[in-house]
């Protein structure tokens, strides 16, 4: 007899999510288009505190040799032409096998459930890089999207402190390191670096990545936290 199995409603084949969008996932062009978010992005990553990729660039070696992250983005204010994005939340799986300068990033990504069919199809061209604009150096960096879907995406604001819970899949907490100034931070001002120019020091508290066969814990490893002011197409 056969048995009715319930479909994987929040995971879909990448050939039924992606392709119909972006012809070839692994080489993605850019058509640029109108689109802003302005919020915060951050990220709990398995280097030593501090990650030297901010500094140079994504030049310098990761401290392990690697970097595998997960990347949260809260979109305080956005749109994607025209469409709405404020109030959304967005999670990234990343994992590079040497420089971040160097590519070769395989990346998931998780969209915030709420989103309207329009905005989630926008999110994954922003995050892509297929929109162009801020993000649209990922489609020289980002080798292979993995997987994409809709999902719960919580991510909260707590004083020093930032969570984000993704199901079981992600499930971090970060916290700025402070600094002599209890009022400011250990921060990074005035670089070049392709989030934006000031980036917060942070450390994993509670850190966990269970998805696509990655079983990670940045615990005690070094996070950022960056205000965003992304927009494309220039």
Not at 81 to 100: A, F, H, K, Q, T
Not at 182 to 207: C, Q
Request: charged letters at 25%; proline letters at 6%.
């Amino acid at each position: 007899m056969a048995k009715n199995r319930k479909p994987e409603a929040d995971r879909l084949p990448i050939s039924q999510r992606i392709d119909s969008r972006m012809p070839n996932p692994k080489r993605r062009e850019m058509s640029p288009t109108n689109w802003a978010i302005k919020g915060e992005l951050i990220l709990n990553c398995s280097c030593d505190v501090f990650c030297p990729c901010v500094v140079s660039l994504g030049a310098h070696p990761p401290t392990e040799g690697h970097c595998h992250a997960w990347m949260g983005v809260i979109i305080d204010e956005g749109h994607f032409e025209g469409e709405d994005l404020s109030g959304l939340n967005v999670g990234l799986l990343v994992d590079i096998p040497g420089r971040m300068g160097e590519g070769q990033w395989k990346v998931a990504a998780y969209v915030d459930e709420r989103a309207s069919g329009k905005a989630y199809n926008g999110l994954l061209q922003i995050f892509s890089g297929q929109a162009g604009g801020t993000t649209g150096l990922f489609t020289m960096l980002v080798s292979e999207i993995i997987g994409a879907e809709r999902a719960p995406v919580q991510i909260e604001r707590d004083g020093t402190k930032r969570r984000i819970v993704i199901g079981r899949k992600i499930q971090g907490e970060i916290e700025m390191l402070a600094g002599k100034d209890p009022e400011h931070p250990v921060m990074v001002s005035n670089s070049k670096y392709w989030m934006g120019p000031d980036i917060i020091v942070a450390r994993g508290t509670k850190s966990k990545v269970r998805d696509y066969g990655r079983v990670w814990d940045f615990g005690g490893k070094s996070a950022e936290i960056c205000p965003i002011d992304w927009h494309g197409p220039k």
